[in-house]
């Protein structure tokens, strides 16, 4: 089973609906974000949590907002979808403190169409 | 601010000959240094990466990269390459501060296209 496991994998929704995408992972980090994958874009950070009680906003935070459940669960929401988020999503771990390295463990994405 | 830009958009390499993906950061400090790369349909895996010591890294799938801090540069090598190493190639940059960083900050990416 993936470390890392974002569901659902594939979506496809109409304008002004609300999507969740959800992030679970068994790798016991601190850390989660979601990065939002456009082609010639590369990979721009949308959120991110250090823990479950601190969220952080990325650099294209409008138009979404995150959930940290646990330790482990790391929510994406789009109150109201709009075409162009029509995109790859990733969701991604990182270790803290002295283990830290900077690495980033990425799950397998989450595409989303916004017709 | 820190930024990362990768100058190829695409690169086109024949079976079996050797590849340099370039790789130009933007920090006031000695950054970390990522590069990941992406199969079709796939999600991101790390190559390889540097944070201190040797500024030659030796990676996965037979991959290096030299960081050399007077050309704020990481650029990718691979001596000979193979058709399955047609992909997207992300160069990342993170910064540390206080136990932890903000994430990565990621270059546009390098198309790598394999020619038989």
């Known amino acids: 089973d993936a470390d890392v496991t974002q569901t659902p994998r594939n979506r496809i929704t109409k304008t002004g609906k609300r999507i969740m995408l959800e992030c679970s992972q068994t790798k016991g980090h601190d850390r989660m974000y979601w990065y939002r994958q456009d082609p010639g874009l590369g990979l721009r950070l949308i959120y991110y949590?250090?823990?479950?009680?601190?969220?952080n906003k990325g650099e294209i935070s409008d138009g979404y907002s995150v959930s940290r459940q646990a330790q482990a669960k790391f929510s994406l929401s789009l109150e109201s979808a709009i075409p162009n988020q029509t995109a790859l999503y990733f969701c991604?771990?990182?270790?803290?403190?002295?283990?830290?390295?900077?690495?980033?463990?990425f799950g397998e994405g989450s595409r989303l169409t916004v017709l | 601010a820190q930024s990362v830009t990768q100058p190829d958009i695409h690169i086109t390499v024949s079976e079996g000959a050797s590849l340099e993906l370039r790789c130009n950061y933007s920090y006031g400090a000695t950054p970390y240094l990522f590069w990941y790369v992406q199969s079709p349909g796939q999600g991101l895996q790390l190559l390889l990466k540097y944070f201190s010591g040797d500024t030659l890294v030796q990676g996965i799938k037979g991959f290096e990269a030299e960081f050399k801090r007077s050309q704020s540069s990481f650029n990718l090598r691979k001596p000979s390459v193979h058709w399955s190493d047609a992909a997207e190639y992300f160069c990342?940059?993170?910064?540390?501060?206080?136990?932890?960083?903000?994430?990565?900050?990621f270059g546009k990416g390098t198309h790598l296209i394999i020619q038989p």
């Open positions: 990342a940059v993170g910064t540390y501060s206080g136990g932890g960083a903000d994430g990565l900050t």
């Open positions: 949590s250090f823990d479950v009680k601190d969220i």
């Open positions: 991604a771990t990182s270790t803290s403190g002295g283990s830290y390295t900077g690495e980033l463990f």
